[in-house]
């Protein structure tokens, strides 16, 4: 697995569609419900960059749709389930990874995509977060990172950096933020990475990577905000974020996590932090009730569909 | 259809309301739980846990009941018919969950073995105040299926029920059973497996082509898909129209609400079950549930032998609530008597059913016991005056 991203960019091919000129169609829109579009994010806002590395990870790893779901919670990002073209579920707050940790148990031939943003994942639904990444749940966590409760108006999300201003914090944020990919690998994900909007291509490849792992894994994407986030804290609109994480951005692959918190203007660390075998809580389930039960065993899949 | 025999543990056997409620589940095809540990249900979930890698399944123990809640429902949208158990301060943990299986229309069973409240209360006795929270615990307007079994061989035959009309109407079915129900051990008959009838989900005979997760045809029970069968459908707990698309105008939000409150209230006359006795000479009807109904029959039965002219009316559906029967009776008895572990809550509505044409007694009593038979009989006396 090549770990020097930057080159590969150079090589990738995602863009070849080898369509005809008169026939061109946006590769990823078979991916989506187009009978949906409009959607319903601000001019700016990056979580549609993330559906397209999404879709263009799908398209790259080849991967069968129909064994596809994706679930999300509540928020800007708990809106992706309702765009894409595949068995979705749009949850409660906080609560798309134990309604995924159903999906996966009760059908483990499904890859399960969770998709949500920062304050639904590791605010209301912290607990299940941690506890997912302890038991090695095999679902593929994508977390679109923002900074803030944008749905709501820009409230202080567990994730706002140090003094900024939210709409509850309005003389600034004092209190510590979480450093997700610190908090994950601690709690026991397999794999842990962070790119921003800036970088498509290494997403869409992370993505792909997480695809391949059996486990917990988890994908952090940096994003902006503008109308709620970069526009309160003078940072600019959406061009000069992505300016910004072009110039701060650091990659560093295999980064001690406890190394690459983030701040209000400072260094965005970047890369593959995680990548590590651990069995998951499926294959331990099996063992476990092989090695006691013996014959007396039976393969949850044998008598579970019930239709 | 016919139950899976590998989850039918056909015999005698005399165990608790808990374990047979665990064996209805496994009888009526349950093959995913996920659960929370909780006073006085967890025995529930412990059998199921030891039961169900025997018989093809998943038992999993999550992090709290938001979680449980939940996780369930990925399981059934995976395919399996699931469950989770809880008592007071778990299933108000579960409400918000309990209204996305309303709006998802997820056929599941969320069992609640019911102890005294509020709060933490009191965790090891019983009570039967969660009677309203079952039915309305969860905010805006639903509509949700609750049975209130009284005895542990009522607890196996009455799970069986409960998911067999989570089937049927797509619902939640709330399983309101007390402390005393579970504990109590009885002589539990589970017959053999050609001899349960299971109701199969409602799944869609549609072509991916043509599928819209939530049309109906006639009957107001839409048709379900499962993830993974290459439907690529969407379900969310927003307003949403007949394809599942998030729509928040107030014509779509009314035909939604409307529809998922009349699918059960219009079939409240086939839904309702309940055990009588005595009515036709009765001046005054006790109407009575779960371990409650069984001091109740003491109190009916001396009252009978002192010639008092008193029906039993035992709800075994406490929701949709069987008001059509209290209401006949209301027109020719002269009154009712409604003890209950709690101060007065399915009262309320024997009260609301009896529109003033009998009179209604509540005869409350906070939880921690069970009312004795003569403060029953007490007021038997006193309605028949």
Redesign the interface.
């Known amino acids: 697995m090549s770990t020097d991203l930057n080159t590969d960019l150079l090589n990738n091919d995602l863009l070849n569609t080898d369509l005809p000129d008169d026939d061109l169609v946006n590769p990823v829109e078979p991916f989506l419900r187009t009978d949906r579009m409009p959607h319903i994010w601000c001019p700016g806002c990056g979580i549609g960059t993330t559906v397209n590395c999404f879709a263009r990870a799908l398209i790259e790893s080849k991967i069968d749709l129909q064994s596809l779901a994706l679930v999300s919670g509540i928020g800007c990002t708990g809106r992706v389930a309702g765009y894409v073209a595949l068995d979705s579920f749009h949850t409660t707050h906080g609560r798309a990874i134990p309604f995924a940790t159903g999906l996966k148990l009760a059908n483990p031939k499904l890859n399960v995509v969770v998709y949500s943003g920062d304050g639904d994942l590791s605010a209301i639904g912290g607990n299940h977060l941690i506890h997912a990444a302890r038991r090695n749940i095999d679902l593929k966590v994508i977390c679109v990172n923002n900074l803030i409760y944008a749905m709501t108006g820009g409230q202080t999300a567990p994730t706002t950096p140090d003094h900024a201003t939210t709409s509850t914090n309005p003389y600034g944020t004092f209190e510590p933020s979480f450093n997700l990919p610190h908090l994950v690998e601690a709690a026991g994900a397999v794999y842990v990475a962070r790119w921003t909007t800036f970088h498509v291509r290494q997403l869409a490849r992370a993505i792909g990577e997480a695809f391949q792992k059996k486990g917990f894994s988890f994908i952090e994407v940096i994003s902006p905000c503008p109308t709620l986030y970069q526009r309160r804290n003078k940072l600019g609109d959406s061009l000069d974020t992505m300016k910004y994480y072009k110039a701060k951005s650091k990659v560093k692959n295999g980064a001690p996590t406890s190394e690459v918190g983030l701040t209000i203007s400072g260094e965005i660390i970047v890369g593959k932090f995680v990548d590590r075998e651990r069995p998951d809580y499926q294959s331990m389930m099996r063992a476990q009730y092989v090695d006691s039960l013996g014959d007396r065993f039976v393969e949850p899949m044998e008598a579970e569909v019930c239709s | 259809m016919k139950a899976?025999p590998?989850?039918v543990l056909t015999g005698e056997h005399f165990i608790d309301g808990d374990h047979a409620c665990c064996e209805g589940a496994l009888a009526a095809?349950a093959?995913?739980a996920?659960g929370y540990p909780i006073t006085p249900s967890t025995e529930v979930v412990e059998r199921f846990a030891a039961r169900v890698?025997?018989?093809?399944?998943?038992f999993?123990q999550?992090?709290?009941e938001?979680?449980?809640s939940?996780?369930?429902?990925?399981?059934?949208?995976?395919?399996?018919?699931?469950f989770t158990v809880t008592s007071g301060p778990g299933f108000s943990l579960m409400m918000?969950?309990i209204g996305?299986a309303a709006m998802t229309e997820t056929p599941c069973v969320f069992v609640d073995v019911q102890r005294g409240g509020p709060s933490t209360g009191l965790p090891t006795l019983p009570a039967q105040a969660d009677m309203m929270q079952a039915r309305w615990g969860s905010h805006g307007d639903y509509a949700v299926i609750a049975l209130c079994p009284n005895s542990p061989q009522e607890c196996f035959d009455l799970t069986i029920k409960a998911f067999n009309l989570s089937e049927e109407f797509r619902v939640p079915v709330m399983f309101m059973m007390d402390e005393v129900v579970g504990h109590m051990t009885e002589k539990v008959v589970i017959p053999p497996a050609d001899q349960i009838e299971i109701v199969?989900?409602k799944?869609t005979k549609e072509s991916v082509e043509e599928f819209q997760p939530y049309k109906t045809n006639g009957d107001l029970v839409p048709e379900i898909a499962?993830?993974?069968?290459?439907?690529?459908?969407?379900?969310?707990?927003?307003t949403h129209d007949e394809r599942g698309?998030?729509n928040m105008t107030p014509q779509t939000q009314d035909k939604l609400v409307r529809r998922l409150q009349n699918k059960i209230t219009s079939a409240a006359d086939r839904i309702a079950m309940f055990e009588e006795a005595h009515l036709k000479d009765a001046d005054v009807v006790v109407v009575s549930y779960g371990i409650t109904s069984r001091v109740a029959q003491r109190a009916i039965d001396t009252a009978r032998e002192q010639g008092l002219r008193v029906g039993k009316l035992r709800l075994i559906t406490a929701w949709p609530f069987p008001e059509k029967k209290i209401r006949q009776l209301a027109g020719r008895v002269k009154a009712f008597v409604v003890p209950e572990l709690n101060l007065g809550q399915m009262a309320l509505e024997v009260e609301r059913a009896a529109a003033g044409r009998a009179k209604t007694f509540s005869l409350t009593h906070a939880g921690g016991g069970v009312h004795r038979p003569e403060d029953i009989l007490k007021v038997i006396v006193e309605a028949s005056r």
Not at chain 2, 53 to 58: E, R, S, Y
Not at chain 2, 226 to 236: L, S
């Open positions: 899976d590998r989850g095809g093959r995913f996920a890698p025997t018989v093809g399944g998943t999993i999550m992090e709290d938001l979680a449980a939940i996780t369930l429902q990925g399981g059934v949208w995976a395919g399996a018919k699931a918000e969950h996305y199969p989900r799944h499962h993830a993974g069968e290459g439907y690529r459908f969407h379900v969310t707990g927003l698309y998030p």
